[in-house]
């Protein structure tokens, strides 16, 4: 059965450094989402991503959040200075025609 | 904008019996999606159920079932027959149909359940 990958599982950071979260979304799916998940709350979407371009994103999102899809499999979500309160677990989701979301394992994202 | 809640924060239940979850929610919107995620300790998101709101039949899989109320925007979530495996964090979510095909999910804050054997 296809499933979302994701890569690292776990990512230990300093603060202030860039980090680059891996996804490698189902094969046929054309919707492209990240959400996090900050340790005991509610799962919060990020950002959206279709055709090449982001199509919605959160105030969560600022400037210091970008999301790529370098080579047409992988999709990615890159923190260029992590602060502490990025420390979260990181879901990517892709969907396609029929919009259920399925979810990938997850990178948790530790910043020191 | 579309909120979810889930007023519950936690629930047991005995290994056998059925147990209900309960989720609302308001829009404005007519046309939407509603789900359950299931989240064991592990922490993966796994999809439980979807229901259609321009459907009036009830979504079923298997074991799990939900009572979605349209007008009451309440979107709950019944497990018969509960297994220990169905111990997880449990979480009700949104999604509009009006914004597009790839329209983010809105999640409620969850609740924990635990099957007790």
């Known amino acids: 059965e296809p499933e979302v990958t994701q890569t690292p599982s776990h990512q230990v950071t300093q603060m202030g450094q860039e980090v680059i979260l891996r996804c490698v979304p189902i094969?046929?799916?054309?919707?492209f989402y990240w959400y996090r998940q900050i340790l005991g709350q509610k799962v919060e979407f990020l950002v959206s991503?279709?055709?090449?371009?982001?199509?919605?994103k959160s105030e969560i999102f600022d400037d210091q959040f970008s999301v790529e899809r370098p080579d047409g499999s992988n999709f990615t979500l890159k923190i260029r200075s992590t602060k502490l309160e990025d420390s979260a677990m990181y879901f990517c989701?892709?969907?396609?025609?029929?919009?259920?979301?399925?979810f990938g394992p997850g990178t948790r994202l530790t910043v020191l | 904008a579309q909120t979810v809640t889930q007023s519950q924060p936690e629930m047991s239940v005995q290994e056998a019996e059925t147990v209900t979850l309960s989720c609302t929610y308001d829009t404005s919107e007519n046309n939407y999606y509603l789900f359950w995620y299931k989240q064991p300790p592990s922490r993966q998101m796994i999809l439980v159920i979807r229901q259609e709101a321009y459907k009036q039949q009830n979504a079923t899989e298997n074991r799990f079932s939900v009572n979605f109320q349209k007008a009451a925007k309440s979107f709950s979530l019944k497990i018969s027959d509960s297994q220990l495996g169905d111990t997880a964090m449990y979480f009700c979510a949104f999604m509009s149909l009006t914004t597009g095909a790839n329209s983010k999910l809105t999640f409620g804050k969850g609740i924990t359940l635990s099957v007790r054997p």
């Open positions: 094969s046929n799916h054309l919707y």
């Open positions: 991503f279709y055709n090449n371009e982001i199509s919605e």
């Open positions: 989701a892709s969907s396609g025609l029929a919009k259920e979301q399925f």
